[in-house]
């Protein structure tokens, strides 16, 4: 097997930014409880239009540039979402006739808030495999457009991003060990209920507000903290390492509050976890690589780093990925 490793990254933000000031004018909240809830000052916003595969087409554009390689050089696109254009074809195909990848195999996953996790692991196997040799990993959402701005609970959490990155061999570790998991019987406590084949789009759907993002963020709190810890653990374990060898975590970023449990629980100071939830909130499948490709940029993640990445989200599902940089 060959030893793969992230060769390019790149990120992209939409320009609209929504402000937790702005979030005051729409629904009865405060930027004090949203900051001190969340850790959330601020998320970007989509255009109208902006679908899913043009945040995906310039954080791919940049990926690719950062890696050195042309579009036609990559034989994989693997897109991370749970917000794709539409519900077919896959966003990785509609990228790929963005960028001009002719040939390449695509597909989408939904992994929720891991998807990205997922990505990685999934797209290692067939570089290790030499079944392909380049393979791009997206996370991309517009959550917005699933957003309920009437529903508090729910609408100061979410953002739209993406992130990319290229997959190669590489000459030292690169990703080590990664660790997938679900818990299929809590889907319950997060999810979309209509627009799929259980519950088609109908008038009653859309008066009922079915097509929006229900959480029951209360119980999946202590899930979540508990559940990211036992995946840091188990990957780090299986990759023959302890907490001391980590240079830095790159968790999913739903509440600050939540990934400084996990770090305390693990005893990973606060200088070695990167968030950026402050600027961008919950972006689901592209929130950890969205992370990743900033601290890389920031001189954050250097050569030779252990990386650990852990995330969770809807499905229930987690993963977690350890990186030699
Ligand atoms: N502004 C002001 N008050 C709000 C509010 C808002 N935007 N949203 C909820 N509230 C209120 C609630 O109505 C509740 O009021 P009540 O006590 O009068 O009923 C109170 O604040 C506390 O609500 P609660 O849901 O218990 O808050 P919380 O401290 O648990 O924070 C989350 C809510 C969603 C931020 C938090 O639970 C969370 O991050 N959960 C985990 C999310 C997660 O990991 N998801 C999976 C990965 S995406």
Not at 101 to 114: E, H, N, P, T, V
Not at 222 to 233: D, G, L
Not at 258 to 280: H, Q, S
Request: proline share 2%; aromatic share 6%.
């Amino acid at each position: 097997m060959k030893k793969v490793g992230i060769i390019g990254v790149g990120e992209y933000l939409p320009e609209k930014i929504l402000t937790n000031a702005d979030l005051e004018k729409m629904v009865d909240t405060s930027d004090e409880w949203i900051t001190t809830r969340t850790g959330i000052k601020e998320r970007h916003q989509a255009a109208k239009g902006e679908a899913a595969s043009d945040l995906a087409f310039k954080a791919a554009e940049e990926a690719l540039k950062n890696a050195k390689l042309k579009a036609e050089d990559l034989d994989l696109i693997v897109v991370a979402t749970i917000t794709g254009d539409m519900p077919c074809p896959s966003v990785a195909s509609i990228l790929q006739n963005k960028l001009g990848a002719k040939g390449a195999a695509c597909f989408d996953i939904s992994a929720a808030c891991a998807g990205f996790v997922y990505g990685i692991s999934v797209a290692q196997q067939f570089v290790a495999s030499a079944t392909y040799k380049n393979a791009l990993v997206v996370g991309v959402e517009v959550l917005t457009s699933v957003t309920d701005w009437q529903d508090r609970n729910t609408c100061v959490l979410f953002g739209d991003g993406a992130g990319a990155v290229v997959l190669s061999e590489v000459k030292n570790r690169g990703i080590i060990s990664t660790y997938l998991g679900c818990d299929g019987s809590k889907l319950g406590l997060l999810n979309i209920p209509a627009g799929g084949s259980a519950n088609p789009a109908s008038t009653e759907t859309v008066r009922n507000r079915q097509h929006f993002i229900k959480m029951q963020g209360n119980e999946l709190f202590k899930i979540a903290v508990n559940t990211m810890t036992r995946a840091a653990e188990i990957v780090l374990e299986q990759a023959g390492m302890t907490f001391a060898d980590v240079d830095i975590i790159i968790p999913h970023q739903a509440n600050a509050r939540i990934i400084m449990a996990v770090a305390k629980k693990l005893g990973i100071p606060e200088g070695r976890v990167y968030l950026n939830i402050e600027r961008c909130g919950n972006m689901s499948s592209a929130s950890t690589v969205t992370a990743l490709c900033e601290a890389v940029r920031e001189g954050r993640v250097k050569k030779g780093d252990i990386v650990l990445l852990d995330a969770f989200g809807a499905g229930l599902v987690w993963g977690a990925c350890v990186i030699e940089w």
